[in-house]
């Protein structure tokens, strides 16, 4: 068997991986990307849908803004919105606790030149006299909204298929490796090779990264989603709460889609479902927010697979191992939002050898300084070995 | 720990019937607010029609069935009202008067019914329309026709023998209209004897509409519903191509019945299509018993076979249950089952090949046509996505259909539009329908309502 060979390939057609191919076939770069399943499958197509910069790890930050711009321009890009719509995002406390996070966070927000709105309690119910008698308070941050996430991966896809990017769905990765000059990847019959690597894979990207002997401890997570049927139009902003444990926006057609709690998942299969108490459970928390919403129906209720890591952030950068191999996994739930510039940072990484955002804090061996997940390691090791 | 029975129809109640003469207590739920299924519903209290008014030849059957299912009340745990929205390994959850509860099973038998199939037609959104199925029901449990001036479209059993209930009811039956042409029903006349009464009777609905000066059509194609607030006329081209028009002011449509099988997509039974059904069916072995460890299925949600043999088919999956558990199983009741189900499955294939599915008709249907309702989708959008120049991008199977095009994604999950979507799909990816398979089982398989904390 002869490998086919390009410059960049691929693994995993999420957002990031989407947009990496879009990116690099846009600056002229031959790509693979390889798929197992269909574009956007797995988190990226069926997560919330939340378009946000609010509430993000300080770290993130810096990417959320660019990605930001990235959004604003998709029709440019991939000629659709994707249904991206400015509602912005209203982050809401339901006790003091609560509150006083929201105005420790208008400081972060401050030094990325994220504006926000605080809204006081007076205020927030006059505004939005929707909204349950438990919320106290509220931050808005204007320039947040959401999109659809079903459409954003295919898009991106699409556009990086007309820019002459090798799109292949159906393609599960059996073995990556690097035989000092090259990759080699092996899907079903077919053996690619390359000089570079680019890992989206999301929660299975800790698996490829593993072969390098990069061990991250990743872990599955499956958001617990649900859609109500369809209601005269009247939440205007995408709504979260300090914590995050409920999240919940109205789209024009009139469906709420809300989420909390998690679903169950068998990464191996793959397969995932979303769970009865998590959904009754934010059902709980949905009604608190927006008490009207009582009675309504629920029609449908999905989850997917994301990885997580323990810091809650992803791994995006350079492998520490192998050269020209690069990493964005582990988005931990909020992968949504950073898709498109995750293209724009790996294509720079990979064209340029370097990118202007900073991402240090996401360097793929942070987590070696940690000695029980290392102590952890070992025993794992030593289970397999026995 | 207990066994489950979902569905308190003709399969569920013989089900229960066998468990408790073994010795077991189960658990019943229906979302009815009794048992009797949609086959044989129960009229709502306080009403009193009798039981030859309200199903006709069918009267002993529906009688017999409520009989046993009120004998064995007292030794059962029924639970009627209630929805079985998602089952999961070993629960089903359930919600009853706004109250949700999980109920852990060690088997469950799930007699979860069948549904009509729909083609959609211009018009078929107007207030007014109806299914072969809901139509029979408003008569049945409530003694409310659809309208005065009614048309029947569609194929299969039902179609003749709702007319007939109509007009013995005193309603106006405007037109019988069957996609299937003569022919095709008198192929199958040899495979039909077969079913003895269940053939005569079918024989007499069409003489009786015909004596009664009835307009019975068949190899007609379905044109339209127009109306401007409502239904008030109906189209088609008759066998020769001429074009008809019938002043109505109530459709019902149906072509054949699909498994309501969304339940035992949840517990992970593999499906298989059905040629001869043209219905997606879950897997399942002669007894019932099917992959899935302690999940048994009954009915016609396990696939068409009709009411008589869901009786026997809930029985004998019962004894596979009994026979699971360990007990003592009668042997010489389980080889009357089996041999009741082989005999009756001939007859059934001569059925379905009588008036099969026209999945030409719901391929060739107009681009303007509302395909999914629920999400306000055209045929011409489906089409449009399906021929996207980006080949492997486009759907090239109904969920990813649905992703991009909202097609079953509104409050019936495709229950309605997906037999019809799956043809559209596949003409115009020129594939056979089963090789854009089939949409998959979401929970809540009904819409639930959003609880609050102390229903959960």
Redesign the interface.
């Known amino acids: 068997m002869s490998a086919t060979p390009t410059d960049v390939l691929i693994v995993g057609g999420g957002g990031a991986g989407c947009s990496t191919a879009l990116h690099l076939a846009s600056r002229g770069v031959r790509c693979i990307l390889l798929e197992r399943g269909?574009?956007?499958g797995q988190a990226s197509?069926v997560n919330y849908g939340g378009v946000r910069q609010q509430g993000r790890h300080p770290a993130e930050l810096p990417l959320a803004r660019r990605s930001r711009e990235i959004w604003a321009k998709l029709p440019e890009l991939v000629g659709t919105d994707c249904e991206f719509e400015v509602t912005g995002h209203l982050k809401l406390a339901r006790n003091q606790a609560e509150e006083a996070d929201l105005v420790a966070y208008l400081d972060i927000a401050k030094g990325n030149g994220l504006p926000l709105i605080m809204i006081g309690g007076n205020a927030i119910h006059q505004q939005y006299p929707w909204l349950g008698p438990d919320v106290v308070a509220g931050s808005l941050a204007p320039d947040d909204g959401a999109a659809n996430p079903?459409?954003l991966s295919?898009a991106l896809?699409?556009a990086a298929?007309?820019k002459g990017a090798d799109?292949?769905?159906f393609s599960p990765v059996s073995t990556v490796a690097h035989d000092s000059s090259q990759f080699i990847v092996r899907s079903g019959e077919h053996e690619f090779c390359a000089r570079y690597l680019v890992n989206t894979a999301g929660y299975w990207g800790g698996a490829i990264a593993r072969t390098f002997d990069e061990a991250v401890p990743v872990s599955p997570l499956s958001p617990n989603m649900l859609v109500?049927?369809p209601l005269p139009y009247f939440i205007t902003p995408n709504l979260g709460v300090v914590g995050g444990d409920v999240y919940l926006r109205q789209i024009r057609r009139g469906n709420v889609i809300f989420g909390g709690g998690r679903g169950e998942s068998d990464p191996d299969v793959p397969r995932s479902?979303?769970?009865?108490?998590p959904s009754?459970?934010v059902?709980?928390k949905?009604?608190q927010l927006v008490p009207r919403?009582?009675?309504?129906?629920?029609?449908?209720?999905?989850t997917g697979i994301d990885g997580e890591t323990p810091d809650d952030i992803p791994v995006i950068g350079p492998s520490r191992t192998t050269p020209g191999l690069f990493h964005a996994f582990g988005f931990s739930g909020h992968g949504f939002q950073l898709g498109p510039v995750i293209g724009a940072i790996m294509s720079e990484l990979i064209v340029d050898g370097r990118t202007d955002v900073p991402l240090e804090p996401f360097r793929i061996d942070r987590f070696a300084q940690d000695v029980s997940f290392n102590q952890q390691e070992q025993k794992h090791e030593a289970s397999n070995r026995a | 720990m207990s066994v489950v029975i979902v569905g308190a129809g003709p399969a569920g109640t013989r089900a229960a019937e066998v468990l408790v003469g073994a010795g077991l207590r189960p658990i019943v739920i229906d979302e009815a607010p009794d048992s009797g299924g949609r086959i044989y519903q129960r009229q709502p209290a306080g009403f009193h029609r009798t039981a030859r008014a309200l199903y006709g030849f069918e009267a002993p059957k529906a009688q017999a069935i409520h009989d046993s299912f009120d004998r064995l009340r007292p030794a059962i745990d029924f639970r009627p009202r209630s929805l079985a929205w998602n089952l999961r390994s070993g629960v089903v959850d359930t919600i009853c008067d706004g109250k949700a509860s999980a109920v852990p099973f060690e088997q469950t038998i799930l007699c979860t019914g069948a549904m009509d199939r729909v083609i959609p037609l211009p018009g078929w959104t107007l207030p007014g329309v109806f299914t072969l199925g809901g139509s029979q029901i408003s008569l049945k449990a409530q003694g409310c026709a659809i309208g005065a001036q009614v048309a029947f479209v569609g194929t299969g059993p039902l179609l003749y023998l709702v007319a007939y209930q109509y007009a013995r009811a005193g309603a106006q039956v405007a037109a019988v209209l069957d996609t299937t042409p003569f022919t095709t029903k008198a192929r199958q006349a040899f495979g039909l004897m077969h079913g003895g009464a269940t053939f005569a009777k079918g024989l007499y609905y069409i003489a009786w509409l015909r004596a009664h000066g009835i307009p019975l059509a068949e190899g007609v194609t379905p044109l339209a519903i127009e109306g401007n607030r409502q239904v008030e006329s109906v189209s088609w081209r008759d066998a020769r191509g001429t074009r008809r028009e019938a002043a109505v002011d109530a459709v019902a449509v149906g072509w054949g019945l699909k498994p309501e099988a969304q339940l035992a997509d949840l517990a992970g039974v593999p499906f298989d299509f059905d040629p001869v059904q043209h219905n997606w069916v879950p897997r399942q072995e002669p007894t019932g018993r099917t992959s899935v460890e302690g999940v048994f299925l009954a009915g016609d949600g396990s696939g068409i076979r009709g009411a008589d043999l869901a009786e026997a088919a809930g029985a004998r999956a019962a004894w596979a249950v009994v026979a699971a558990r360990g007990l003592p199983v009668d042997a010489s009741a389980v080889a009357r089952l089996d041999a009741t189900l082989t005999a009756g499955a001939s007859f059934r294939a001569a059925l379905e090949r009588a008036f099969p599915f026209p999945a030409k008709l719901a391929a060739d249907m107009t681009d303007d046509t509302i395909l999914c309702r629920c999400e306000a989708i055209t045929v011409g959008d489906l089409r449009a996505a399906a021929n996207e120049a980006s080949a492997t991008l486009a759907p090239s199977e109904v969920n990813r259909a649905k992703a991009l095009t909202r097609v079953g994604m509104g409050r019936c999950q495709g229950r309605v539009c997906g037999a019809a979507a799956a043809e559209v799909l596949a003409a115009t990816l020129s594939c056979p329908v089963e090789q854009v398979g089939r949409l998959r089982g979401q929970p809540p398989v009904k819409p639930i309502p959003i609880l609050p904390a102390e229903a959960a």
């Open positions: 269909q574009i956007g197509g079903r459409l295919p896809a699409r298929r007309d799109i292949r769905e109500t049927e479902r979303p769970l009865p108490e009754y459970a059902m709980a949905a009604l919403l009582a009675g309504v129906q629920v029609i449908r209720s999905w």
